[in-house]
């Protein structure tokens, strides 16, 4: 027999799980804003290619947690323009791809 009990224990039980996905969503798009920024202020091109590609993976996360956000998806390509021109060793070009990203990460976290 169905109690109230029992359909109030449920509905907690799923509003939890609901509430869950939502704020691990927010917080890789905040983690991924979080080591654009580390980038942008950093001196030494490891450091910026390390901080991408944490940026990077948080956002893909997000990305695969939400619905298809133009300026997340533009954030990651740029996310992945930084990484490249890091890795090359071209600092000046990898942050200038990183401010780009972080613009976008930042639309896509006011537009949530």
Same mark, same amino acid.
């Given at each position: 027999?169905?109690?109230?009990?029992?359909?109030?224990?449920?509905?907690?039980?799923?509003?939890?799980?609901?509430?869950?996905? %939502? &704020?691990?969503?927010?917080?890789?798009?905040?983690?991924?804003? $979080?080591?654009?920024?580390?980038?942008? +202020?950093?001196?030494?091109?490891? #450091?910026? =290619?390390?901080?991408?590609?944490?940026?990077?993976?948080?956002?893909?996360?997000?990305?695969?947690?939400?619905? =298809?956000?133009?300026? #997340?998806?533009?954030?990651? $390509? /740029?996310?992945?323009? %930084? &990484?490249?021109?890091? /890795? #090359?060793?071209?600092?000046?070009?990898? $942050? /200038?791809? %990183?401010?780009?990203?972080?613009?976008?990460? $930042? +639309?896509?976290?006011? %537009?949530?």
């Amino acid at each position: 027999m169905i109690t109230k009990n029992s359909i109030l224990s449920t509905f907690l039980i799923g509003l939890f799980f609901c509430c869950t996905v %939502a &704020v691990a969503d927010e917080t890789h798009l905040n983690e991924a804003i $979080k080591h654009t920024e580390q980038a942008l +202020q950093s001196t030494e091109v490891k #450091l910026i =290619a390390q901080h991408m590609e944490e940026a990077k993976t948080h956002s893909e996360a997000a990305q695969s947690e939400q619905a =298809a956000d133009s300026h #997340l998806n533009e954030g990651i $390509k /740029k996310l992945d323009e %930084a &990484v490249k021109e890091s /890795k #090359l060793g071209a600092a000046e070009l990898a $942050k /200038k791809a %990183a401010q780009e990203a972080l613009t976008h990460l $930042k +639309q896509a976290s006011i %537009a949530k």
